[in-house]
């Protein structure tokens, strides 16, 4: 079973639509789950907020507790915190006046004594403070447009809670980002004498023109010397952040989130999630791709997780692997997560809109990500074939047998020097007498093309991602992908990692340990397989190019996928 798959997650209950599930660990050491939910479509009447109870770790929950009835206004976007007494705070968008939209209207809490069970029966209001953003939005100030996606933290005795004020609640557009802080909420036990400031002070929120005016679901994460780092979407096709070092009364100007290479992060309009594991590192919820826009399907599946350690007041963020994928991309992807961590474990809940669950993770993993800036290990796991030599051009091997596809994977590793980069010379070919396997070779502006082919004569349609899937296809007979533009140069040694995921029908390249991610000229670096590709094995022979100008230095065949991370310490490891 391929845990990555989200089908294979525990689903938590809900009536139809469902939206952010998160989690909080309840001091009787149950999981408290709370989620907007009802029995239409988002938005439709009967949205409300709810709570279920898991006492096996996500695997089974208790029937839905109402924390706002369905009968009532629509309240949305429910996000929990628990204060040292045990106390469970439920924070929501109330829809009060039933005029100002699931984003809008009061933000508001009830409070839960018994650890979810039931819960107070008021509601109290949080104030918020009105800002140019609500005076000129389309209400004239009469109404305040927000909603939340943050999971409130404490840090050094204040709470805080991120959200964007919008100008329009129908549209989504204008965002800039807030922060909710109260001094008082993890100690004070009457509701009425919680005490709330707003930041940054002033009329104007975190925000940054040069990065667009969609700047929204900000969400943030504590430092270790208590900085805050807020991570929030645009519609640029890069995730963005700020930093607060005086408990968010002042933050830095937003700018683009990036890999500790230097390299942008890229995201669509999706929800970006940051969160700290009890080590004091970070992981960080995207999409890989720079969609510059919503997208409900291919956009948002797979979902991708980088890891980041701390350094000088800042996040080094690694290269990313594929967290979870829906085997079927025409089926809404992943999004609003939250993280769990208990007895060493680590799980992550998400939501497709009309299933929500909750999946735990390889701890390996993880693992390999907070660590791939340091891994200098060979891979040695599925490690099917490795040559013993350097291969001149005409030399051939025995290749061993390829898993099929609907089974697992396979990647190829290797190192290579080229005396030129002109399009069309073979590196490597495993094609026979049925025309099956893999062929790769030079492309053009310094690329590497890869190919694969099953010996079908069919022709498919390949989802091309978009918003919908149905918005592009390509009609092709063999399955080709290439490197990102300008990874090999003439006279240069060079590595470069092709991890055929099978089981995710996920192609993704690593050159020179940088993972491709489409650099500016496309929105992502790696690519679908046709999900009826299955046997690529031949008459057992890999032959490589006479056209070749170079050598391979060194080959490595596995026989199954290999992580992001573990291409990136072979590269480490250097040439053996």
């Not at 009968?71 to 009060?96: C, E, K």
């Not at 939250?338 to 809940?349: A, K, L, M, N």
């Not at 089974?407 to 099956?436: C, H, M, N, V």
């Not at 089981?503 to 991610?517: H, R, T, Y």
Request: aromatic fraction near 10%.
């Amino acid at each position: 079973m391929d845990t990555r798959n989200v089908e294979t997650g525990y689903a938590i209950p809900k009536e139809n639509y469902c939206d952010q599930p998160y989690i909080v660990i309840t001091q009787d050491g149950n999981w408290l789950c709370v989620l907007t939910t009802g029995p239409g479509l988002e938005s439709q009447a009967g949205q409300h907020v709810v709570a279920t109870i898991s006492t096996d770790k996500g695997k089974t929950w208790s029937p839905l507790i109402d924390i706002e009835p369905g009968t009532g206004q629509m309240a949305s976007w429910v996000t929990p915190l628990i204060v040292p007494s045990g106390r469970i705070y439920a924070f929501y968008d109330y829809n009060h006046d039933g005029e100002s939209s699931q984003h809008g209207g009061w933000f508001v809490f009830r409070y839960s004594d018994d650890h979810g069970r039931t819960w107070s029966p008021k509601r109290y209001r949080v104030p918020m403070r009105v800002t140019r953003q609500d005076r000129e939005n389309i209400t004239g100030g009469k109404t305040q447009f927000f909603w939340c996606i943050d999971k409130p933290r404490i840090s050094h005795g204040y709470a805080f809670i991120a959200l964007p004020k919008i100008h329009n609640g129908f549209r989504l557009d204008q965002d800039e980002g807030w922060v909710l802080r109260s001094d008082n909420i993890a100690t004070e036990s009457d509701p009425e004498k919680i005490r709330w400031e707003m930041f940054p002070e002033g009329e104007d929120g975190v925000y940054n023109p040069a990065l667009g005016p969609v700047q929204e679901e900000q969400n943030i994460e504590v430092l270790s010397d208590g900085t805050l780092y807020m991570a929030y979407r645009t519609e640029i096709g890069h995730p963005a952040y700020s930093i607060s070092r005086d408990h968010g009364r002042t933050w830095s100007t937003p700018q683009i989130m990036r890999y500790a290479n230097g390299r942008p992060m890229k995201t669509p309009r999706a929800c970006p999630r940051i969160w700290k594991a009890s080590n004091g590192k970070f992981l960080f919820w995207f999409h890989n791709n720079s969609y510059p826009g919503w997208g409900n399907s291919a956009t948002r599946n797979p979902v991708w997780v980088s890891g980041g350690i701390e350094a000088d007041g800042d996040i080094l963020w690694s290269q990313p692997e594929i967290l979870l994928y829906e085997p079927d991309t025409t089926v809404i992807g992943m999004s609003y997560p939250d993280f769990i961590e208990q007895d060493g474990r680590i799980w992550v809940s998400e939501t497709q809109k009309m299933v929500a669950r909750v999946h735990e993770l390889d701890p390996e993993m993880l693992e390999g990500l907070w660590n791939q800036h340091a891994s200098r290990r060979v891979a040695r796991k599925g490690l099917a074939f490795a040559s013993s030599a350097p291969l001149a051009p005409g030399d051939s091997f025995a290749l061993p047998r390829l898993p099929d596809l609907d089974k697992g994977g396979f990647a190829i590793d290797l190192w290579f020097r080229l005396a030129e980069t002109a399009e069309g010379q073979l590196l490597l070919s495993s094609y026979g007498r049925k025309r099956r396997g893999f062929q790769i070779y030079t492309a053009a502006n310094g690329a590497l093309r890869l190919d694969l082919h099953d010996g079908q004569a069919r022709r498919w349609l390949e989802v091309v991602d978009g918003p919908q899937p149905a918005e592009g296809v390509r009609s092709v007979r063999v399955w080709n992908w290439t490197t990102d533009q300008g990874v090999i140069q003439p006279g240069k040694l060079h590595h470069a990692v092709f991890i055929v995921d099978g089981l995710a029908k996920i192609v993704s390249m690593v050159v020179d340990g940088v993972l491709c991610d489409g650099g500016e000229e496309r929105i992502q670096g790696w690519w679908r397989l046709n999900p009826k590709m299955r046997e690529l094995n031949d008459d057992g022979v890999c032959n490589v190019g006479a056209n070749l100008k170079g050598e391979i230095k060194s080959v490595r065949i596995y026989d199954r996928y290999l992580r992001t991370s573990e291409a990136i310490a072979n590269y480490r490891a250097g040439l053996r």
